[in-house]
């Protein structure tokens, strides 16, 4: 029996994980793979906005792939083999990890169990680095260092928006952390058969990252907003614009799909820290439910006064 491939790619929260995805899967229609993806929280957003493109994709329970899920991964991936029993459904797994993990775990996890070895083989990992907030997040995220030196490769996000010293200030982050991770581009992998048609030399085993992370995780937590009508975006917008301006350093991912007034199409919302990137209008068949949800993940800022601000704009809203 051939085993099935695992691919795994990570970052940091906010990253672009999802839109690597996105941007891998659209070439690749009929190529049979398999795509698991874990978020942090309990409401998922990214299984939604991947699923359009490709009908095998599946969001594992709430919590973190490094700590919580860890009998989650291993009993879907035993289960998702009934797919295959009778005909091929998929040959290969692509999995999303949460912005918050080390992928330590699930890398030893996948390697050393019994059960798995003899069904998966373990590819490769790609990890994604935001070249604009890494050097922030190398010094304040405990999460991003493991996530570093446990990849083969990488992709520079978002270098359409940086200038080219803050370029060259995360090139030669990465390779003061990982000299053995090769710099690739987004644009080298077409297709899923691009990622999977790379051979990498064994993976490293960081087995000093090899811990319990429940402590690293305890500061970190997970908001959501949710909006039974139309969102007035005038106003809502400079809520969020003042709240990330005062609080920016402590929301260490926004994501959101809104309905906004006078406007047919949901807004897909996305941002990290005190940046808020341009808003991306979806297609109805991306996002059916017409209550619109907003996901914070923060650390060090209470949860809940977030959420009394956002409802007391919202009372302000709806009565005038």
């Known amino acids: ?33 398999l795509v698991l993806i874990n978020e942090f929280g309990e409401v998922g957003l990214d299984d939604l906005l991947v ?14 792939m490094c700590c919580t899920v860890l009998t989650d991964v291993k009993d879907t991936l035993l289960s998702v083999l009934d797919l295959n029993k009778d005909s091929l459904v998929f040959d ?20 050393q169990d019994m059960h798995l070895k003899g069904r998966f083989t373990l590819h490769g ?19 991003w260092l493991p996530q570093v030196i446990a990849c083969q490769q990488y992709v520079l996000s978002k270098t359409d928006l940086c200038q080219a010293d803050d370029m060259a200030t995360t090139q030669a982050l990465m390779h003061k952390v990982n000299p053995d991770a090769i710099q690739v581009q987004a644009d080298d992998f077409i297709n899923m058969q691009a990622l999977f048609a790379k051979t990498f030399d064994v993976l490293p085993r960081p087995t000093f990252f090899l811990k319990n992370e429940q402590d690293t995780h305890a500061h970190a937590q997970s908001l959501v907003l949710t909006f039974d009508t139309p969102i007035d975006w005038l106003a809502f917008g400079l809520w969020l614009s003042l709240l990330l301006d005062q609080y920016g350093e402590h929301i260490l991912r926004l994501k959101g799909v809104l309905h906004l007034q006078g406007i047919d199409k949901p807004m897909l919302l996305q941002g990290v820290q005190h940046c808020l990137y341009p808003p991306e209008h979806l297609s109805a068949s991306v996002w059916q439910d017409d209550v619109s949800r907003l996901v914070m993940i923060v650390r060090g800022l209470d949860a809940s006064d977030i959420e009394r601000s956002a409802k007391t704009v919202l009372r302000y809203l ?3």
């Open 1 to 33: 029996m051939n085993k099935i491939p695992i691919h795994i790619v990570t970052g940091f929260l906010g990253s672009g994980k999802t839109t690597f995805i996105q941007h891998i899967l659209k070439n690749d229609q009929n190529a049979k793979t």
């Open 51 to 64: 699923k359009p493109i490709n009908d095998s994709t599946y969001l594992l329970p709430s919590g973190c």
């Open 318 to 320: 709806n009565t005038h």
């Open 125 to 143: 990992m790609t990890t994604i680095i935001d070249t604009q907030h890494a050097p922030t997040q190398a010094t304040t995220a405990p999460e």
């Open 92 to 111: 290969k797994i692509l999995i999303e990890t949460t912005g918050l993990a080390n992928p330590a775990s699930i890398l030893s996890t996948l390697s």
